[in-house]
């Protein structure tokens, strides 16, 4: 058989919230079991220790936590709905989402695709609650109830159009899911498989069949394999896993938990009952899985077993196991149960052991099985070539082979047989393209700022738990952390940073909003490129160091400008050469600088909507709406520096805050003064002669205007760039040039060039025109950009088109800045990356981190709202559902918090009723001891767990009984220390115990307690 | 050298050293202002023996003092002789002084030079990774004899000053809980004295993510005022984990060594107090095995620990018989545990 791979794996389990909670549990050999929760049914309503008729002989069973909380806002799904729904299927629609994300795939990106669903369940206890309250099913208690359509749901919001189908072979059910998605897989009916399994107790209808079939083990636990195994405990849990074909998830790169080599799925047929386990169908089963994996039994190192605690049961496995195993040679194979540590899940027992399974070949270690050091000597597992795992099994290094068994109470049948992964490494592939900017930026997206919040600080618990690369990490939130509508996104340049920076968001409103925004359409952006002025030594030297992507363009412009310049631009820029400052050099490092800067945001995946450029800014421009080929650009630059750098000094520029039109007065008797261009309404640059502007600068300043003189070696864009016009058109003719492909608001026209090209003429005519920035950048606002990247050394324009005097028509478009200053590097570029993001922008984040760092990196699954609960009303009851009229279907709360009502409980259960003078001192003493007021307590608050009593506290409570009580004082406190699971458990033992109020006399007998007296001396 | 590089180590000879007089649950109830019949009943410890001057807090004996009088003793043991020592491996975690490290000190104290020294930094564990160093320097052929060493003085955070009377049981356990102590073994290649073969040793960490259950905080002159609490234990996770992972450790070995647990003749568990470790052993349930234990008697004063189970150990074992010590370091959940055999 084709190997399949599990890629993916989200679950919650009694005692283990998360996967990893899981393992930890798993590893730990700790006990998931508890009390039956209240919610769930009144335990002293349902049992009875002699496992009396109607009743069940068990107070325990394995409860997960929040089985009420869902987060129906997210799956957009109605208050009104979610409470009709089963919380089977709330749990795994969440768990199905968490799979997903967790197998590094955003489940968007699954939408539309023919991915399958299969869902294990067996449990309809939900439906038994609310179809038999007639009056009051709705449409959406239908559609919500038990295992209809709990597959189909998954498929329904995640939008997935493969197979989809629940199922059901009792016990077995979530490993039949798992086989026949298998099966689907390569059948090619799939490329995805999401395996599901869950279980939740609603009823003690299960308990009380296990009871009455002398299934059912008292303590509620199953203790798999031991001699103390008496039975069956039930216990939930929901697991979901991701499966693919091997080959696809290794072309994918994507992380490979395990490997499924082979699976097999057969019945008992018509064997000593319906419900007796089969030796013979098991041995056949565990068979057929070996023989389509294609593997020896002796190459299975261990196997996961269904393992329920009662005597037959493991007899019947141990004995089909060692039909396969007893001749093994070397050592016995180790077998174990997680049973012991959840109890029996039900329909989810094939996907928690599936799950146990996959972590174990994942972490190479195999945990213990709980109750294994008390192994059942009955059972002869040596015998069998079976050794139970008393201790976790360490797995040397290579492939390791294991076995899981999960089996039906209908007597189907299921084994698989898995494999760790196979130990190449995603490595990545020569030739990729090169990337990186320096930094990284960590994206995640919510539905909304809480939810935000929420995921922030649990993806910042996550990189702060563990040293973690950040490159990787931040390019799988930018790959899997898609697709909600508020989008946050930060710069980091090293975890410790980013941990500051999430944790920090989610404290800080201001700064979340800083950091987070819904898109609130489609991006439109607009390049501007900067123009000569704003160049200085070293410029953007540090994103050069730093950024491998800039580099690359920065080299590509280099190589097209040497052999017009005869000299590295580039190496002229980064050795910090004050030649910068010579128009010689000035402009073609400046478009060296503009076109890196620009080809650097368009492999990011910005693509401009528009473009302009401020004067030689043009040139950049133009290369990038395809107007002029580079090097035919770089050559014309170059060209055009060279030859205003010949012209004689004497040449300068002078920039005036007054409107054009209001300095023609002053131009008109000075022909070799021009206006070289026009930035505002009131700013206005004059070029030519320096005779002549120093004579117009002096009478505009009398006028009280400002004026300042720019630092330029030339009278650009005046009358005395009259002499190179020839030379230029000549270079220009050859070069030539074509309309432009994308928008570009020419600053020579002073708006967007409509099919005119920017040829020979084009660049003649720029070289002597005024540059009409003002009207090109009036022009470009009014077709309504949202993002304004300014691509230069420093920002220039972005101050410029703030001054312009544009009608307040909204926030206007954001300004973003790739380099914000001579220290700028790869934080300012991944900044304005990430500015991008939150507007809107889908970058291609590959090009944002070097090949290197372009391999899968886990991340926490979304971790999803608690605040809103849905739970039955309280029906369950030994008289069956009530149906009454004031009971509706299900209740819908938020702050569950409160749920217990404890003022009713107190009164009800109260021994000996209100006026019970030993539980009244034993309140008031506990009371006094914990620090809690009159209200807070009652019978029902466990000692330890609900009033946080410690031992020091147990002390002083019999110190204070004994100075309240008569009768108390013989007591030691071995003899409460048994006591103590509750307060009414404290008061039914005094009461046992002979306890009475004191008289008269015992009252001042007591006020004499020494004992007493000192504790509150020391209180 | 002739020795095979797989060289089985042999315990020769060992030592032990408890300074003073043992302090009993009522003087230390007395002098810290605490309830007798809470440390009886939660902490199960009668005695416990400090370096320090309950009543004066002066300090009588250094870590140094107390190893080099274990390893005295043990070089004094017959079959041992002091000239043969070719290294020493000391297991502390609360040393006399960072530099030097006190293994030096003891060294000196015993006369010994030109010897390779190593001290490890470790709790509870300290004492089975020492004996782990020296197995496998043994092994290596390189070397024939050597002398292993653990030690505790706990009661440098016994603060005698302080008011204790409201103080929570997760902070007053510590001052109950501890002793001050040494032990010393001296290993060989070769069956002698004791004759006692170290048949395997386990060392593993296992706290990957999780949160210490101990923590002993180290001052130095920049932090020396801060307000942290020096020895903070989770108590909770403790008393969760430590019979999980004691039971693990013994079975693993089992495994590994391929012994019956019916074989075992000695058990020695874990030494956290007298009430948590007899829950413990009653928890790892090896009936066939006597249970040998110091905990109750001398306090908890962990690297000596071991030491001090092997010396009651000895007292008892005879040829053929089998002991498995099982040992957990709760600060960053480490296992241990070692095996050993009387030829």
Redo the contacts between chains.
Sequence with gaps: MEPVAIVGIDCRFPGAPDT?AYW?LL????DGVGEVPRQRWDVTEFHSQAGEEGRTNTTEGGFIADPDAFDNEFFTISPREAAAMDPQQRLLLQSAWRAVEDAGIAPRNLAGTRTGVYVGIMGNEWAHLHLTDYANVTAQVGSGNGYCMTANRISYHLDLKGPSLAVDTACSSSLVAAHLAVNALLAEECDHALVGGVNVSLTPALSIFYTQAGLSAPDGRCKPFSSEANGIGRGEGVGTVVLRRLRDALADGQRVYAVIRGTAVNQDGRSNGLTAPNRWAQQEVLGAAYHRAGVEPADVVFTEAHGTGTGLGDMMEVKALGHHHAGRSGRPMALGSVKGNLGHTEGAAGIAGLIKVALSLHHRVVP?SRY???ESKQLKLRDHGL?LL???LRLPTGPIVAGLSSFGMGGTNAHAVLESAPAARPEPADGAAPGGIGAAVFTLTAPNADALRRNLLAQADAVA??RVPLGPLARSSNRVKTGHRHRFATAATDTRELVAALRESADDPDLLARLSAPPAGRPRIAFLFTGQGAQHPRMTAALYAQSPLYRRFLDEADAALLPHTGRSVRDLILTGDDAVHGTRWTQPALFAVGYALGRTLTELGVRPGMLLGHSVGEFAAAVLARALPLDGAARLVAARGALMQELPAGGGMLSVRAARADLAAWLEPEPLVGVAAVNGPTATVLSGDLAALERIGAAIAAEGITTRRLQVSHAFHSPLMRPVLARFAEIADEIGGTVPELPVYSTVRGRVLDGEAMDAPYWVEHIGATVLFADAAEALLAADPTHLVELGPQPVLSGMVRRLDRPAAGAGPAHVLPVRGPESAGRDLAEALAALYRGGVEPDWDAAYPPGERIAHPLPPYAFSTRTRYWARHSVRTTGPAAGPAAPASVAHREPETTAASAAVRTLDRPGGPADPVADAVLDAVRQVGGYADAEIGPHDRLYEDLGF???MI?ELKNRLEARLAGVAGLT??DL?PRLSSVGDLVAFLRESGAAPPGPAHHGDSQENPAFREEER?A | MTTPTTATSHLAAIGTALPGDPVDNATLAKVLGINEEWIEVFIGTRTRYFARDLGTGVVRWSLADLCAQAAERALAAPGTDPSEIEFIVLGTATPDTLMPATVNHVADQLGLDQVPTFQLQSGCAGAVQALGVAQAMIASGQYRTGLVIGGDVCSKHLDLGRDVSGAAPGDLVNYVLFGDGAGAAVLTDEPRGQRVALRHVLNRFTGLGRKPGQIIEWFGLADRYDDRQALTEDYKAIEESVPVMAGEILWEMLGELDWDADQLDYLLPPQLSGRMTRRITEELDVPAAQDVSCVADTGNNGNALPFLQIEKLLERMTDGERALAVAVESSKWIKAGFALEKI
């Design positions: 990893g930890d590893m730990r050999g700790a213990a294994a050091a008390k050794r008393k201790a976790p738990a563990r410690d031992s020091v002390m406190v071995q220390l020391t």
